[in-house]
């Protein structure tokens, strides 16, 4: 529905992947943008809003522009109706714009100029147009359910969510990152406006005016040179906390926005933030770049949070808080959120990615410095274990699969940019930069970041940009290290010979030698290889660097025999490791017994062993005979990879006879430190304990264990008179939907729709779907989706519940999937990949059958999900991975249970 202009498809000629990006042309490129939006607050579904928008506009002067001059100018919009042009010539000359396409693939107007504009000329083009203010979409500029006041009247937000390339869908502009300008926002709100109303963009606000119909207009200050995707708004009803962060020789305002009566929720990630700007200022030598910095927790939003340039938005359960009543893994999980967007303001919108290619200069940095501020402000969280087990573990899991993708990837479309917004841009991307720093020195390290970052402010950069800074700073060529690392899918898997060292001065007995082999971890036909950073660390706490370049390589270290040798010490090189001289194992088996190894190296040890395992090149046998090595085990981060371990395979080998020997032998690991510990905490009690108790119940839990369940049930029900230990409420949860009966469904409806905090209704959520009954499982799917309860963004945690219940749970989310499949797309396909791939996975993940795999696959080959392609690859090649370790380790555990019995 465009006006004035003709409509055309270029789907023949843009179908498909494509070779690299297809930039707008750079013959006009914009300067400054006013932009002035007038919408409807309130009112019926299926409202519009108009926009004007004036773009002064440059003709660059460049060696390959035509000396003819600019005769067109092609700029994005999507689904906007464009009502009128005009273009103001330098000279003072103004022209209407009547000749213009829309190319709807390619999501892009072109208008052509009477008269062309001249290299080194300026002018101003004008754009009047109307759009579609959406009420589903959580994306462009939407709207949606704020809070619902006492007189039962739904209040609303208007807000906007646009990375990755959806401004373009709020106004006509060049939205890619390296079309920088600055912006003047000024937004109408039409009809009653309310008197509290609050207005929020990515700048201070000038000016305030209601007009005589009530109509209010805010009017805010230029922005900064920023990238489209970073421009922002909010408008609702809104409360607020604040405070001033002392920065170098100034102040600047910190608020939290929440809905009315919530604000103080939000004062957790207020002092949060004022540290870590603080923090961020020091460490990159370059001041926080804006007068102010908001944060608005939002009802709807598809993703965690979102980095607008001084305007940071928020899922309302990622920002607002209790830190009295919320757990501390909810707690990390919200402080490493508010870290990650606030080092984005240096890390993507000081310097930004010259193209999506490159989105792992913003994640994984962002992913990275949240840990390092974390590290800093609460040290002891022991920050950098649960980086081990959560982001770097990811990583190299999602890594493994033949479906992975390089940190660095060729997009172009946008259902191809969302997709790589995944573990591979943020976890990998991270883990990487942090084997590097440790490699170069963190020395080194800040210093070339600094450079890099000074260098490229307010402009745009690539990975080559990144390493030539690191390489002047380290004195030594980076990028020859790296360029594999960000270039290449996969990671290596490294082993470790003993042989005979080759001493010809008679101390051959100080010296050890082992011949290290690298090849593509899970691919077995491919010979890449990588430049491998290693450290090893010995018995005796030494500590030897080698750098591995060749596929197979000899090193000598000064190690005395007897003396046990750990290769990829503290686990900071992102690879795996299998050592194939059994005295070695034996020697680092010994040590986990003795606990002679950091938490880092422990942790280490049992996650290469588990992958081995799940990626079917160990047996299971051997990944019990290392967890038995765990016995007098104290680190909490370590249990809870013992709890996945044990999770996985009593969930592979459920139905074998030998499964309730599995069940106890786990049992009697844990049963005794549980007794210890008890229910209950004690006063002075350290976080580990708090943390330990509460895996040690969901490893009893998974056992089957019905004493612990019995009394999880019971604490469930008796909450109204003893309150919950806030470490506990998820796991009792759980145990009371295990045990539960279908009239308990309503009494987790009732809290879910009456918590106060997001983290107690999601948790409530998905117990829902873990009741037994399978009437109650379906009535659960059903009233997520259907009865307006649950926020769309909220279904994929329903899902979960009822698919991670076991056989029968994941039978019937698939099941609701394929006969909902219509309403769920038409939902999903309006730019909510995030949501897509979420629901998607949490339905087919569970399965372990070759026959659900061939399934699955078929129904997507008939019902396409393009912003989801990446993700259904993924969990299809692990279903049928699964499949085949199952296959191949339920024999081994027969004969060592086996085994076992003929030895007692």
């Known amino acids: 529905f465009f006006a004035n202009g003709t409509s055309v498809n270029m789907a023949a000629a843009t179908n498909g992947a494509t070779s690299g ?114 009420d589903k979409a959580l994306c462009g500029m939407y709207r949606s359910n704020n809070f619902k006041g006492k007189d039962g009247k739904t209040h609303h937000m208007v807000m906007t969510q646009f990375e990755a390339t959806d401004a373009r869908r709020a106004f006509p502009c060049w939205d890619e990152p390296a079309c920088k300008a600055t912006f003047q926002l000024t937004l109408t709100v039409s009809g009653q406006a309310e008197h509290r109303l609050v207005a929020l963009s990515n700048t201070p606000l000038v000016n305030e005016a209601t007009d005589t119909n009530g109509a209010r207009t805010f009017v805010f200050e230029p922005t900064p040179i920023m990238s489209t995707y970073l421009v922002a708004w909010v408008v609702a009803q809104l409360d607020h906390v604040a405070a001033w962060a002392k920065l170098k020789g100034r102040e600047v305002q910190v608020r939290v926005f929440a809905p009315p009566g919530r604000a103080h929720l939000g004062r957790h990630a207020l002092d949060v933030t004022c540290r870590c700007l603080a923090l961020y200022e020091n460490k990159f030598g370059i001041e926080y770049p804006l007068k102010k910095l908001d944060l608005v927790a939002c009802a709807d939003f598809a993703a965690g949070a979102m980095e607008n340039n001084g305007l940071i938005t928020y899922r309302e359960s990622r ?210 290889a990588w430049a491998i950073p290693i450290v090893v660390v010995t018995q005796d706490g030494a500590r030897l660097p080698v750098l591995m370049e060749e596929q197979q390589q000899t090193v000598q270290l000064e190690v005395a025999q007897g003396v046990w040798v750990k290769f990829n010490a503290e686990h900071t090189g992102f690879f795996r490791t299998v050592y194939d001289t059994p005295a070695l194992r034996k020697g680092l088996c010994q040590a986990l017994r003795d606990q002679e190894l950091s938490s880092a190296d422990r942790l280490g040890l049992l996650s290469d062993e588990f992958a081995e395992f799940c990626a079917g090149l160990s047996l299971p046998s051997q990944l019990l005979e290392v967890m038995q090595c ?85 604490r469930f029900h008796n909450r109204g008179h003893v309150a919950l230990a806030s470490d506990l409420r998820r796991i009792v949860y759980f145990m009371a939907a295990k045990a539960g009966k279908p009239s308990d469904w309503e009494e987790f409806r ?132 699964t499949a085949q370790r199952i296959a191949a380790g339920r024999d081994d555990l027969h004969r060592h249970f086996d085994l076992k019995e003929t030895q007692l």
């Open 21 to 134: 990006p297809q930039l707008l042309p750079r013959v006009v490129v914009p300067e400054h943008y006013r932009l002035h939006l007038t919408f409807p607050l309130d009112g019926e579904h299926g409202a519009t809003f108009t926009g004007a928008v004036d773009i002064d506009v440059v003709a660059p002067t460049r060696a390959d522009t035509d000396h003819t001059g600019a005769h067109t100018i092609t700029l994005h919009q999507l689904d906007l109706w464009i009502r009128k042009a005009r273009f103001l010539y330098e000279d003072g000359s103004e022209v209407t714009l009547t000749a213009f396409r829309v190319d709807t693939q390619q999501q892009t107007v072109c208008f052509e100029l009477p008269r062309p504009l001249m290299a080194g000329s300026h002018g101003t083009l004008r754009i009047a147009y109307k759009g579609l203010l959406s």
């Open 750 to 881: 009732t809290i879910f729709l009456n918590a106060e905090l997001g983290e107690e209704k999601n948790v409530a959520l998905i117990a829902m779907g873990k009741i037994p009954d399978a009437a109650v499982k379906n009535k659960t799917l059903q009233w997520a989706m259907h009865d307006g309860e649950v926020r769309f963004q909220d279904l994929a945690s329903a899902l979960a519940g009822v698919a991670g219940s076991g056989a029968t749970g994941a039978a019937l989310s698939w099941r609701f999937l394929q006969d909902s499949w219509a309403e769920l797309w038409n939902l999903m396909s309006h730019g909510q990949s995030f949501i897509a791939s979420n629901i998607i996975s949490a339905v087919i993940s569970k399965f372990q059958t070759l026959e659900r795999a061939a399934e699955i696959e078929a129904f997507f080959e008939a019902h396409p999900a393009p912003s989801a392609a990446r993700t259904i690859q993924q969990c299809v090649e692990r279903i049928k991975a």
């Open 630 to 714: 765990f016995g007098d085990e104290t680190e909490p981060v370590i249990w809870e990879k013992l709890s996945s371990c044990i999770s996985h395979l009593l969930r592979d080998f459920s139905r074998e006879s030998f499964a309730p020997k599995l069940k106890q032998l786990f049992l009697d690991m844990c049963i005794p430190k549980a007794a210890e510990l008890g229910w209950d905490a004690v006063d002075g009690e350290p976080q580990a304990s708090m943390q330990l108790r509460a895996t040690l119940l969901e490893i009893l839990t998974v056992c089957g264990d019905q004493t612990t369940i019995a009394e999880g049930s019971k």
């Open 319 to 528: 920002l607002l808080l209790d830190p009295q009543n919320s757990s501390l893994a909810f707690l990390r999980r919200s402080t490493r959120t508010i870290c990650h967007e606030v080092s984005h303001m240096w890390f993507g919108n000081l310097t930004t990615m010259a193209w999506w290619t490159h989105l792992w200069l913003n994640e994984g940095f962002a992913r990275f410095m949240e840990h390092v501020a974390i590290d800093k402000l609460f040290p002891e969280w022991n920050i950098w274990l649960q980086f081990h087990a959560t982001v770097y573990e990811s990583a190299l899991s999602l890594d493994a699969l033949t479906t992975s993708h390089p940190v660095e990837v060729a997009v172009s479309h946008p259902d191809e940019i969302n997709e790589i917004f995944d573990t591979i841009s943020y976890a990998k991307g991270s883990s990487i930069i942090r084997m590097l720093s440790q490699f170069i020195g963190t020395k080194a390290f800040d210093t070339g970041v600094c450079r890099y970052l000074q260098q490229h402010a307010f402009s745009n950069a690539s990975t080559e940009d990144l390493w030539a800074a690191l390489s002047l700073a380290a004195n030594q060529d980076v990028d020859r290290v790296m360029q594999g690392w960000t270039r290449m899918v996969g990671f290596p898997l490294v082993r470790v010979k003993e042989i005979p060292p080759k001493i010809t001065d008679g101390s051959s007995g100080k010296w050890r030698a082992f011949r290290l082999s690298q090849k593509p971890y899970g691919r077995p036909d491919q010979t890449t």
